[in-house]
């Protein structure tokens, strides 16, 4: 499974639209390069318009390897340059986020995790009510526990419960290593500014050659 992290870190409102923007760019090539795109988890920021962190599943039905490549194309420190949609007289126009991949071994992680299946619930009609799809995965060592129903069939449900299992024994793993109550990746601790791997421009977010 390969896992693709985008973060605003602790920049304000336009470096969380540069996510947003990056989010949509992302969209766009894995539809061209027939890789699956599954978001697995967001958390907004305080402006609708924006993210604070993504993080992303991507899936090729050739394997792994042009899913990573695109992955990997978004790994590192970026730089969204241009006037600022939310300050128009600010001067300031650089607006750093970053890319972290993660390759997951879903076999190994499963062998630490226990599922029980249930009923979905909430909306969404006739299919919700009548099947068990649903999943709620244990980890067995440290009881973290998520429930996933937004996918139709149970093995689906399953491999978004372990990218959120991993996602949060990251989180905790940072936690520990910082004494921070709200990290959810060491990344968005250590973004670097002033060496962008990749640079887009405008509310168009045309990259820059």
């Known amino acids: 499974m390969i896992l693709l992290q985008l973060s605003s870190g602790q920049g304000p409102a336009e470096c969380c639209r540069a996510v ?3 989010l949509s760019h992302i969209t766009q090539q894995c539809h061209k390069a027939g890789v699956g795109l599954t978001v697995i988890e967001t958390t907004c920021s305080d402006n609708e318009e924006g993210y604070k962190s993504v993080v992303l599943r991507l899936n090729s039905t050739d394997g792994d390897a042009i899913a990573t490549q695109l992955a990997h194309q978004w790994q590192g420190s970026m730089l969204w340059v241009c006037q ?8 300031r126009k650089n607006w750093f986020f970053s890319g972290k991949v993660t390759k997951l071994d ?3 992680m499963s062998q630490q995790i226990t ?14 009510n009548t099947t068990d799809s ?42 520990q290593r910082h004494d921070q109550a709200k990290i ?26």
């Open 184 to 209: 959810h990746w060491q990344q968005h601790q250590t973004l670097e500014r002033g060496a962008p791997k990749r640079t887009f421009t405008g509310e168009q977010f045309k990259e820059k050659r």
């Open 84 to 91: 600022s949609p939310y300050r128009p007289r600010y001067k």
């Open 20 to 22: 947003a923007l990056a």
């Open 134 to 175: 649903a999943v709620r995965a244990t980890h067995t060592e440290t009881g973290i526990s998520v429930r996933v129903q937004s996918e139709r069939s149970q093995h689906a449900n399953k491999r978004i419960a372990i990218a959120l299992i991993h996602n949060k024994l990251e989180a905790m793993k940072s936690q």
């Open 115 to 128: 599922f029980q299946r249930c009923r979905a619930s909430g909306a969404g009609g006739q299919h919700v």
């Open 106 to 108: 879903e076999h190994s």
